[in-house]
């Protein structure tokens, strides 16, 4: 799973939860694989993204090195922070591990780098 | 100040023939994907192949066919007629057009039978120093390489003075003749005859390309190569563009979407299927291999770097958060045929699971009927589309019952392609292409227009009968062989 996933992903299908996000991530295989740069797209990603939620989960997971804490506002001028969010978004994957709903605290496996988000038939009754 | 030589060009835009019902859906899409305006010189129509067409520049004919799949090549019209006569008579006359601009003649239903290209077109692609050749393509009746030769000698009075070659020439000129469409009614001499330089080929190529027979990990419901690259047109995917299934399967339309150049995340309910683990859908073989994923069909096609996750997750209650916009949906929902229909849930009251066995849990499924499965993507794509932007998703159907007031239907989505494939006598299925028209999203109940409940139970049901009126057939054949059998040694008895 990468981390620009990890930032859409909710667990608000859980009944009783609100908005279920940012899921805490606890990863115990991580693997880091080089993939091509366009910086149009992570142009583009960017006003996609909650920016908080990706410079903490990229630094829980021991990925956050030389993310800023806020985005500056012409972010699509400088190259270098266009491939830092490049490679924290798409390059740096969780293999293993879980996602933790916030607000309930059920984990969702992430296995061979696939979240599972299916509940149980008894938590959809 | 220098005016730039504004004419606009005459093209023949031949297309395969197959999936007709498709091709103005995709070309459509890709028009307006790539913003060009076309000039129509005369009306399409399915029964015909090809369309004749004016466009501003050679460059807009190669952005088309970078991206079309039905289109097979596009000529630069240089004549146009519908003998063959006619044809070198328009071609001879041409050569002394030196208006600068096209002569058009009357048009008669429509079409005209004796425009005359300017003399310049000619000219400028048959300079001495380019290599060529000429191409002769009949459609709907054969000849011999022989006869083929004849038909090209009769263009002699063309100045071609450059070299022949027929290996990658500079300039390669083509003569069709059409002969209509039915095989069983070929006409002596053609309905229509062309001439003119080829300019660019559809991606006809890429069926094979991207084939299922070649493809490491399929399903058993994957997506046949050209339509998934006929869905990514109608979705006007685009470079850098983030697209979704929601029921991604073996991901067979991702491998086409990112093809075009999206970012593609996939989503559905089979934890085996995106693990690669279900059985292998290839006959004879017992066991799947490791690079059999989504992740290692994109990774066989070049486009590994746009893969973003698959998720397990089931539709009914997905998982991606509020304000995400997606630039397209493209999908292929269940049908409950080859695939069951099914989302989380039991019927049983007040079931609990204890804690311990939750991690390799695979939950019960209840029905999740074809009304509720389109309803809640309607309302997915008027949430999570970006305005203006499209989903793609196929529609089984009766095809007895066909009504287009009864397809699903969404107040902030435009229907803007509706095509059909034929399954069977019986069933069909057909391509819908919605845009979003509005951002103002009420959040609608389940649409009770969506008279397609019960597609597999009808489905089923009228296959059923038709099996056992054959059974009832063979045994009434049967007994009647019998009857006559017995007779015959009755008789050879007395
Ligand atoms: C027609 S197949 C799609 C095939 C796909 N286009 C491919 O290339 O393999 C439908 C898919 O929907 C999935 N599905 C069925 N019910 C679902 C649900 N409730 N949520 C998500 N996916 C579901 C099935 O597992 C199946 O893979």
Redo the contacts between chains.
């Keep these: 799973?990468?981390l620009?996933?990890h930032?859409?992903?909710?667990?608000?299908?859980l009944k009783g939860v609100m908005t279920g996000?940012p899921l805490a991530i606890n990863a115990t295989d991580i693997k880091v694989t080089e993939?091509?740069f366009?910086p149009?797209?992570i142009t583009?990603?960017i006003p996609?993204l909650?920016w908080e939620v990706l410079w903490a989960a990229a630094n829980s997971i021991g990925h956050g090195e030389g993310l800023p804490k806020t985005l500056e506002p012409k972010f699509e001028e400088n190259e270098d922070l266009l491939k830092k969010v490049h490679k924290v978004l798409?390059e740096v994957e969780v293999e293993e591990g879980n996602l933790t709903c916030p607000e309930s605290g059920r984990q969702f496996?992430i296995?061979?780098?696939?979240?599972?988000?299916?509940?149980?038939?008894?938590e959809?009754? | 100040m220098q005016e730039e030589h504004k004419m606009w060009r005459r093209y023949l835009m031949w297309f395969a023939h197959e999936h007709m019902d498709f091709r103005h859906a995709e070309m459509y899409s890709i028009i307006s994907l790539l913003n060009i305006p076309v000039k129509f010189v005369e009306k399409p129509c399915v029964q015909k192949p090809y369309w004749i067409v004016e466009l501003p520049s050679e460059d807009c004919v190669r952005k088309i066919a970078s991206r079309s799949v039905l289109l097979k090549n596009c000529i630069e019209l240089w004549s146009r007629a519908r003998t063959e006569v006619q044809l070198h008579d328009n071609l001879k006359k041409s050569l002394n057009n030196s208006t600068g601009s096209w002569v058009l003649g009357e048009k008669k239903d429509g079409i005209s039978d004796t425009c005359l290209c300017p003399k310049e077109l000619i000219e400028s692609s048959l300079s001495p120093k380019k290599t060529f050749k000429v191409d002769v393509e009949t459609f709907c009746k054969h000849f011999t390489m022989k006869e083929k030769v004849e038909k090209i000698e009769k263009f002699s009075y063309l100045p071609m003075r450059g070299p022949v070659k027929l290996r990658n020439p500079d300039v390669t000129l083509a003569y069709l003749e059409f002969y209509g469409v039915d095989p069983n009614d070929v006409p002596e001499k053609p309905y229509d005859v062309f001439f003119g330089k080829w300019i660019a080929d559809g991606q006809r190529d890429l069926i094979q390309v991207h084939s299922l027979k070649k493809r490491q990990f399929i399903g058993n419901t994957s997506m046949d190569a050209q339509l998934a690259i006929i869905m990514a047109n109608q979705a006007q995917v685009k470079l850098g563009d983030m697209v979704l299934d929601p029921f991604v399967g073996s991901g067979s339309l991702l491998v086409a979407a990112a093809h075009f150049g999206a970012y593609v995340w996939g989503s559905d309910i089979d934890y085996l299927m995106l693990h690669g683990r279900t059985r292998p859908t290839r006959v004879g073989q017992k066991i799947r291999t490791k690079d059999e994923s989504i992740r290692g069909n994109m990774r066989q096609y070049g486009t590994e770097a746009r893969y973003l996750d698959v998720v397990v997750s089931d539709f009914s209650l997905h998982n991606w958060k509020p304000g995400l916009k997606f630039d397209a949906i493209i999908t292929d929902p269940p049908y409950g045929v080859r695939e069951p229909t099914e989302k989380i849930g039991i019927e049983k009251e007040n079931y609990t699971l204890s804690e311990h066995h939750l991690p390799n849990h695979v939950p019960s499924k209840v029905e999740y009927g074809l009304s509720h499965i389109y309803s809640d993507l309607l309302n997915f794509a008027a949430t999570y589309l970006e305005m203006g932007r499209r989903l793609v998703c196929w529609f089984p159907l009766v095809r007895e019952e066909y009504q287009e007031e009864q397809l699903p239907s969404h107040p902030c989505l435009k229907l803007v392609g509706n095509s059909e494939q034929v399954i069977s006598k019986l069933a069909a299925r057909r391509l819908l292409t919605y845009e979003k028209i509005t951002d103002d999203v009420p959040n609608m109940p389940l649409d009770p227009n969506a008279g397609v409940h019960n597609f597999r139970e009808k489905y089923f049901t009228m296959g059923e009968s038709t099996r056992r009126e054959r059974k009832e057939k063979r045994a009434g054949e049967v007994a009647a062989y019998l009857a006559a059998k017995m007779a015959a040694s009755r008789t050879d008895a007395t």
């Design positions: 799973m990468k620009i996933t930032n859409m992903l909710t667990s608000k299908c996000y993939v091509d366009n149009e797209f583009r990603v996609k909650d798409l496996p296995s061979k780098g696939i979240p599972n988000m299916l509940l149980t038939e008894a959809v009754q």
